[in-house]
């Protein structure tokens, strides 16, 4: 028995950061709000509410399409989805079935220099659901919901089954948020769950020349992009040995939610899973359908395209300064380093301070918990221009010195050549003295190796 | 409606107790074993009714999803006063600590889940 092929299909949720929520004006800002503070009849289901869709969500939704290369629908509208859950206070959810704002994309991913490139299937806009909280009243288990988050919008990116690894799904992932961020449209942070992803996994085993398909497994309750990659790292492990077992073929209606615990580090059945038809989905009646005129689509053409992405800022920072791949790979992880340095090399050109300086100070910086972000983009260019005055001697004029240096201690040169290295500070200081402090001590060090060696 | 689809309500005569069943917990009813057997009875006899349906000529009509004839209503995104926690919870048959609260709701309740 052998494990053929993994395939993973990723359905992402991600919060949009609206001021108001998806159909009412209640705010959508949640986290760690006092529970049930910011609920109205619309987001509590009470009966007689009327929805009413939150054009800037809409907006930020065909942004996220257009950044995944979707094409936007002309006929857009709202369904229901019906389903049971204490989280859902009306018994449906109001989503997009048949007409979702965007279809059919893509979106390049690169692993260690190789692209990718993984198909998008859908990119619609629905409203979250409560927040749930398991725990104990008076030694009895109970569930506790807070309808703050109910009504948020929450936009649903599905993938085709194409990812063949871990690595593969958390690197597109890593992708996706860092252009979410971009847009402006969400934070994304998976700790706070606004970013949720649910991987949906199975394999291809073969078996005495046949091939087999286990049961598809979606994995929920994932919040970090470590997890991703050990939920599904677990779950091929798991239906391997499943199959081995009990040799169960993926059919109509033995698809199953799978939790990861992050404690135990592994997956645990939650519920088997509802077939689409079960949800009864059918158009929203309380909210009149969308169609997009020429003038629109070209309105949310333009407003895409003012918006840069990390890709393209990273192959213009290769391009129009010189940079590495990896460094201007560093630089565009968020858009606020990037724009900072972007601001700092222009700054510089007038001081001849290039790109290369300011990037080198800028990785090392941001490793050290980010200290520029204290300083101006001109503070921080002065900074490295004072610096720089400070070592204001080059190479040649270095050497000279250190020629000097040598020649009038001769013996200190012997006693290093015996094999006494640490003598070289001593002659770095005399060299550091005759230059008054205007050598760089790396450039000193590296001059008088050289000449001792 | 397709050929497949009239086919398939045509020949709808009476359900089974496992569809029934399987309806009842989509609609988060508990139905006992005499109910099971009533509402085979009555809810095939409903579909059968409705199957008249089928008679219309639908070749020309336009799919409709909505009836008021208007479209592409949006609101701005603006924040509007919410009702206060003790609004919100007025109506609750349980609560805790500014929650509403159930009984647990998960098979599986050893962990966060």
Known sequence: MKLKRILIGLEIHIELKTKSKMFCGCSAVHFEKIPNSQTCPVCLGLPGALPVPNFKAIESVILIGQALNCEILKESKFDRKNYFYPDLPKGYQISQYDQPFCLNGWLEYKIQGTNYRAKIRRVHLEEDTGKLVHTQVKGKSCSLIDFNRSGCPLVEIVTEPEFDSSLAAKTFLEKLQKIVRYLEVADADMEKGQMRCEPTVNLEIEDGGKNYFTPLVEIKNINSFRFVQKAIDFEVERQFKDFEEKRIEKMPGNKTTRGWSEKKLETGLQRTKEEASDYRYFPEPDIPPIFWSDKQITNFKELFKKIVLPDKLESRFISLYGLRPEQAEILCRDKETAFYFEKCVELGKIKKITSLDIVNKLINQSKKAKQFADLSPKEFIEKIGESQKLFSLNKEEISLIADRVLKENQKIQDEYRKGKTQVLGFLIGLVQKEAKGKADPRIVQKILAEKLA | ?113
């Open chain 2, 1 to 113: 409606m397709n050929d497949k689809n009239k086919q398939k309500l045509k020949n709808i005569k009476t359900l089974s107790e496992e569809e029934v069943k399987h309806i009842a917990k989509l609609a988060n009813l508990s139905l006992s074993n005499e109910e099971v057997k009533k509402f085979q009875g009555q809810l095939s006899e409903t579909l059968n009714f409705i199957q008249v349906l089928d008679e219309l000529n639908t070749e020309k009509a336009e799919p409709t999803n909505h009836a008021s004839g208007l479209s592409n209503i949006f609101r701005q995104d603006e924040i509007k006063p919410s009702i206060s926690q003790a609004e919100a919870l007025a109506n609750a048959p349980s609560l805790s600590d500014g929650f509403f609260k159930v009984k647990a709701i998960l098979e599986r309740n050893d962990d966060e889940i």
